[in-house]
T-cell receptor, first 114, second 114 residues
C-alpha cells in the first residue's frame, strides 16, 4: 500500500519565479492538506482540498494556490517566489468520513529560493 | 486562535534514560491532540494521539495523557534508545465542523547517545 508521495524531492528556483509541487494521497484517501515547514520550525498549515475545492486556508498570501484533481491528487503552486518561501513543503492526506480524519504525511519537497 | 507550546530543545540523553517533553496548548472546545516524530530527512510520522480528556495515547513505548485541567499533553518514555533520536512535534486539531488543520509546536530535537 503506497503512502503519500510527493514530487520533486528537491527544487531550486530564483526569486520571482513560479513553482508547482505535486502530491499523490495514500490509497483510499480523498483529502489533501499542504503545510510549509521552515528550517527549525513546526509545519504551518497552508490549505486543505476536498472534493476539488479549497475547504480551509491558513495565513498565506494569494501567491499560494492549489488544485485537486478527480483522482484526489493535488498541486501546490507558488507565484512570484521570495527568499522566505524557502522551506520543506509537506503534503498530508486523510479520509474525510472518519470521525478523526488523521493526516498522513509525505516525505516533503525541499524548495530553495535563491 | 489555537496554539501549541512545547519544550525548547535540544534534549540530549543517554540510552535507557527517562524522557519527558512538555507540551501545553491553547484552544477552545475539545481539540484532539497528537505527537508526531520526524526522523532526519523524512516527513512526519504520527506517534500517538488522544481525542478526549484523560485519554492516554501510547505507541512504541511512548505515552502521553490528555490533561484538560492543565491543557497539557506531555510525551514520556521510560527508557530511550539511540533510534529514538529525532524531532518531536506536539500538535492539535480543533474541534468543530470546520476545523481541519493541524496546529504544531516548534518541535523538540532529541539526541540519544549510546
Amino acid at each position: 500500500d503506497a503512502g503519500v508521495t510527493q514530487s520533486p524531492t528537491h527544487l531550486i528556483k530564483t526569486r520571482g519565479q513560479q513553482v508547482t509541487l505535486r502530491c499523490s494521497p495514500k490509497s483510499g484517501h480523498d483529502t489533501v492538506s499542504w503545510y510549509q515547514q521552515a528550517l527549525g520550525q513546526g509545519p504551518q498549515f497552508i490549505f486543505q482540498y476536498y472534493e476539488e475545492e479549497e475547504r480551509q486556508r491558513g495565513n498565506f498570501p494569494d501567491r499560494f494556490s492549489g488544485h485537486q484533481f478527480p483522482n484526489y491528487s493535488s498541486e501546490l503552486n507558488v507565484n512570484a517566489l521570495l527568499l522566505g518561501d524557502s522551506a520543506l513543503y509537506l503534503c498530508a492526506s486523510s479520509f474525510d468520513r472518519l470521525v478523526l480524519n488523521e493526516q498522513f504525511f509525505g516525505p516533503g519537497t525541499r524548495l530553495t529560493v535563491l | 486562535g489555537n496554539s501549541v507550546t512545547q519544550m525548547e530543545g535540544p534534549v540530549t540523553l543517554s540510552e535507557e534514560a527517562f524522557l519527558t517533553i512538555n507540551c501545553t496548548y491553547t484552544a477552545t472546545g475539545y481539540p484532539s491532540l497528537f505527537w508526531y516524530v520526524q526522523y532526519p530527512g523524512e516527513g512526519l510520522q504520527l506517534l500517538l494521539k488522544a481525542t478526549k480528556a484523560d485519554d492516554k495515547g501510547s505507541n512504541k513505548g511512548f505515552e502521553a495523557t490528555y490533561r484538560k485541567e492543565t491543557t497539557s499533553f506531555h510525551l514520556e518514555k521510560g527508557s530511550v534508545q539511540v533510534s529514538d533520536s529525532a524531532v518531536y512535534f506536539c500538535a492539535l486539531m480543533g474541534s468543530g465542523g470546520s476545523n481541519y488543520k493541524l496546529t504544531f509546536g516548534k518541535g523538540t530535537l532529541l539526541t540519544v547517545n549510546p
